[in-house]
């Protein structure tokens, strides 16, 4: 059979039978034990030591949010020297952070019409790629990039209509 291990010490199998060339046909074992000892059924193979393999950097990853894959190569330098149950990945999961920004609604009306008003709007932290654009945990977004949602309004002064001055003579 092939050896059961590539490296580090296998074992080959065989099957052996007595058999009778005369007849071409298969006999019991006392009938070769009086003739031969048994060959061996199994021996040992791939002795030599198993070598390391050989990995790359990872890749850069397919996705920039929202979970992507990023690969790399991974080899043996000479061929079945390698051990196959130790062999590492050459896939993994990448980027899997909801691919989240500030989503802002309008400015509601201006608080006063002059003199200064305050405005206000809803600002939420939303996932891009969901296809609702649910919203998630504003600690997903850049804090830095959070928009205001208030803002000062209608600063110019207010005008106050001149008292009707009336003149007599």
Not at 23 to 41: E, G, I, K, N, Y
Not at 62 to 68: L, M, R, T, W
Not at 72 to 83: G, W
Request: glycine share 6%.
């Amino acid at each position: 059979s092939k050896c059961s291990k590539n490296c580090e010490g296998g074992i080959r199998f065989r099957e052996v039978q007595c058999f009778d060339l005369r007849d071409q046909r298969a006999l019991r074992p006392f009938h070769c034990q009086a003739v031969s000892t048994r060959p061996p059924s199994e021996k040992p193979c791939n002795a030599q030591l198993c070598l390391d393999w050989y990995t790359s950097s990872w890749g850069q990853c397919s996705e920039v949010c929202g979970g992507g894959e990023q690969q790399r190569i991974v080899t043996c330098p000479e061929d079945d020297r390698c051990h196959r149950d130790l062999q590492p990945r050459n896939i993994q999961s990448c980027n899997s952070q909801p691919c989240a920004q500030w989503l802002t609604g309008l400015w509601e009306e201006c608080s006063a019409s002059c003199g200064g008003g305050v405005q206000h709007r809803l600002i939420k932290c939303v996932d891009t790629k969901a296809e609702t654009q649910e919203m998630v945990e504003p600690s997903q977004c850049d804090l830095q990039l959070k928009p205001n949602n208030t803002q000062r309004c209608n600063l110019h002064n207010c005008e106050s209509t001149p008292s009707a001055t009336l003149c007599h003579r």
